[in-house]
């Protein structure tokens, strides 16, 4: 199956503080990916995990479940 280019999503290389990105909420390989919109807030401690915002609050999450819509 072909897939749109404007669905396509890609990992960024760097998170900009303020900008809005793609949060899959369903990570799991063969699961539909669950993406809500979120706002960068900062990096953690740890690389593989970054805050952000979804509105409602903050929240911790991995970040290689962060992407942008190409």
């Known amino acids: 199956m072909m897939m749109n280019n404007k669905n396509r999503l890609v990992r960024p290389g760097t998170l900009v503080e303020g900008l809005e990105y793609l949060l899959n909420e369903r990570p799991e ?3 539909e990916p ?6 960068f807030i900062a990096y953690c401690s ?3 995990f970054v ?4 509105g409602d ?12 819509r190409a």
């Open 29 to 31: 390989a063969l699961a």
């Open 51 to 54: 805050i952000v915002s979804n």
């Open 34 to 39: 669950a993406l809500v919109q979120v706002r």
């Open 46 to 48: 740890s690389p593989a």
């Open 57 to 68: 609050g903050k929240l911790r999450c991995p970040r290689d479940h962060m992407f942008l």
